[in-house]
DNA sequence: GAATTCATGTAACTTGTTACATGATTTA
DNA sequence: TAAATCATGTAACAAGTTACATGAATTC
């Protein structure tokens, strides 16, 4: 879908700059869509281009200056053209490296896999812990943009994520039950 | 990860044409990596280059000529040396179209994220089914490659996705829930 | 005194997608 | 006779990552 439509949505919720939307995803999009800061002022640039954005400067003192990008008429449309598009395709949505090695698992070295496993599990913990930070993140949104009404869709995105990193755990389990009864001998780590 | 470990993994296999890899993705990886077919041959490229991989033209009558990949001595110690690394950053692993539409929602037309999340329900009933024919495929691979200890490995990628895609039909139906509750128009489609 | 925050970007690179091109053989 | 299978790729484009550059103000 490319980056440019979850920018075009956030600024209408109101003006912002590339540092602002930056905040944003890394605080209440990273767990479904990311950004480098380097991505999102290309694509602004673009966006510009296009005729969908325009922007204006804001000089600051003791700080660097800002440029704050607005939606136009014409990138509003855009936007909602492509919200009511059913992701036709759907490409490859899952593209995970975690499972390549899982595929090739019987050439890991002995306990290599079950290390990693639990890892894996480790960081799903704490991605499920790290949710109520961004429950928390999106209360504060709603409130500063006015936009309580958007909290519901917001937290489905989070229960999203936390259903998935639930299951991610107990596949892992599985996993690791599965090579016990297989016989793979286990690490010490 | 880059396409190119996944090339190496099956490579260590047996020899075989970009065609050949491509039929493999397709069959049994797909629910965790995909790959265009221009994208494997430049990638088998890549690695020729590298000296990762040599290639052998073998002639046909009828077809058009095969170009068979064999993995080299160092490519098979790059391969084993990225197998033994857990995903370092993890960057962003999940990338999902469908969740920024999700999260525009209140954007939206009455009724129309009902009607999308009834499709995404559906797209990931099909999912499921289409499993077991992976399932079968796996058992196919596993014989004809003489490779019977690495079907155990197969199956784990299998039913994570099995897992995730029973977990995305569970989350869907609570969006379902949530919005009629939260008194959002149902459609009619 | 060192690291983080604020704020902008450019350039080079890697990875993935789409469109195009060829052409015989086999299956529906 | 139309479509799918076999088998190779190139070219152009889109999207994402990494490294580099600047520089004041604030916090640890």
Redesign the interface.
């Known amino acids: ?1 490319s980056l440019q ?2 920018l075009l ?1 956030l600024l ?1 919720y109101r003006p912002m700059t590339g540092y602002d939307l930056k905040q944003i995803f890394e605080k209440s ?6 950004a480098q800061l380097s991505q999102i002022y290309r694509d602004l640039g673009n966006l510009e281009t296009k005729g969908y954005l325009t922007s204006r400067i804001e000089p600051q003192e003791g700080r660097p200056d800002k440029k704050v990008y607005s939606i136009t008429a014409e990138g509003e449309k855009a ?2 053209n492509w ?2 598009k ?2 036709q395709a ?20 002995p306990g ?1 896999l079950e ?2 496993l639990k ?2 599990i480790k ?1 799903k913990q704490e991605e499920i812990e790290s949710y109520s930070a961004v429950e928390k993140i999106i209360e504060h949104y709603a409130r500063e943009m006015s936009r309580s ?2 909290k ?3 937290r ?2 989070l ?3 936390y ?2 990193a ?3 755990i ?2 892992a389990e ?2 690791l039950e ?2 016990k009864k ?1 016989g793979v001998p286990e690490s010490n780590a």
């Open positions: 879908m439509h979850a949505g209408s999009i990273n767990h479904f869509w990311s936007f909602h919200l009511v059913f992701p759907l490409t490859c949505a899952v593209r995970d490296e975690f499972l390549v090695r899982i595929f090739f698992g019987s050439q890991l070295p290599e290390f990693q890892k894996f960081e009404e958007e519901l869709f917001w489905l995105t229960r999203r994520g259903i998935m639930e299951g991610s107990r596949w599985e996993c599965q090579l297989a």
